[in-house]
């Protein structure tokens, strides 16, 4: 055969590929590994310079309606469990709670602090288990008992006081509430202590813990002159400055759906502005110590977010419209 019609010998197979210590992405970057760092007691220790935070700044919020049970745990739901959760608690402005019952003139009574969703529930339940399940009060119950423990009344709110550890010990009520029927006094309302019940089993605990927050919003025009005139009144031991708005919905399940949908977006708008002026602050006041003072709440840190605050209301309420707001800067 002609030696030049011969075919060429095969190419030599690859090399085995070697690991690549440090793999292209899909975008392409280059993805440094790093060995993980040790270990102690089971936790993961952070690295130097690695955030602590890995969610980011929160403000903390407090929704406040007249019974804590409807709006405000609708609210309270809705920035605890959105894809980016907030720090929130929530209360009640009345002196008592009250559930509608078989009629109008005669509502379901209970006191604040010291009874349960889940003794409300199964009080309802065992009364008329088809008349409260078809008007939402039991499923309304229902979704409060995953949020909280029990309603909470604003007035008794000791701010600053850290919220950690087991509830504080019911009192008994001051007044036992009058029966609706004859107006007559009702028997003593036991308080009702549950042992097992601890604060870190609210929705949004985690950033509550010191018993303060940036924002608060209630739902109704009565319910913010109540959380105003008591801001005023306790003298600001503080010094905290706290943004307390109005976002007025009517009470009733569906509409305290399409409020728990506003009040996140307003929160959400709140925050990244507050973001925003956080990093605008810390890197014109030299890092760690900046950080410190626009977190605690400092006035002079939160200056430029509290300018801020009138023009994201406005551009909010252009989009809820039928949602009136209100707005004041108070402080704790």
């Known amino acids: 055969m002609d030696p030049r019609r011969r075919q060429p010998p095969p190419p030599p197979p690859p090399p085995d590929p070697t690991p690549d210590a440090n793999p292209i992405g899909l975008d392409g970057t280059t993805e440094e590994r790093e060995a993980p760092a040790p270990a102690t007691n089971g936790q993961q220790v952070q690295r130097p310079g690695e ?3 890995e969610v980011g700044f929160k403000l903390k919020f407090c929704t406040v309606c007249a019974s804590n049970n409807n709006r405000s745990m609708e609210a309270h739901l809705r920035l605890t469990t959105a894809p980016s959760p907030y ?12 559930l509608p019952g078989p ?3 005669q509502p379901n009574v209970y006191n604040f602090n010291n009874t349960s969703y889940a003794s409300m529930y199964n009080e309802l339940l065992s009364k008329d288990k088809r008349l409260y399940h078809n008007n939402g009060i039991l499923p309304m119950l229902e979704r409060n008992k995953g949020v909280k423990w029990g309603p909470e009344r604003w007035q008794d709110w000791r701010i600053g006081v850290p919220r950690v550890g087991k509830r504080a010990p019911a ?7 009058l029966d609706p029927t004859n107006g007559q006094q009702q028997p003593p309302l036991a308080a ?4 097992s019940a601890e604060y870190k089993d609210d929705k949004g605990y985690q950033g509550t813990e010191a018993g303060t927050v940036d924002i608060v919003i209630t739902c109704e025009e009565r319910c913010w002159d109540a959380v105003v005139d008591d801001l005023l ?6 010094n905290r400055p706290v943004h307390v708005f109005n976002v007025d919905i009517k009470d009733n399940h569906e509409e305290a759906l399409v409020g728990g949908k506003a009040i996140l977006e307003l929160a959400d708008a709140l925050n990244a502005a507050a973001t925003e002026e956080r990093d605008v602050y810390v890197k014109g006041g030299g890092g760690g110590g900046a950080v410190n003072g626009f977190d605690s709440g400092s006035a002079h840190a939160r200056a430029g ?7 994201i209301l406005a551009s909010w309420q252009e989009k809820w419209p039928t949602l009136p707001a209100l707005w004041t800067l108070a402080w704790l």
Do not use: K, Y
Not at 87 to 98: A, K, Q
Not at 233 to 238: A, D, V
């Open 51 to 53: 955030l602590q935070d």
């Open 171 to 177: 009192q008994p009520p001051a007044q036992n509430p």
């Open 305 to 311: 977010f509290d300018e801020r605050v009138p023009e």
């Open 103 to 105: 009629s109008i003139n």
């Open 87 to 98: 720090p929130t608690i929530s209360f009640g402005t009345g002196s008592l709670v009250r």
């Open 192 to 195: 009702e202590q549950d042992d």
């Open 233 to 238: 009144s306790r003298g600001s031991p503080l």
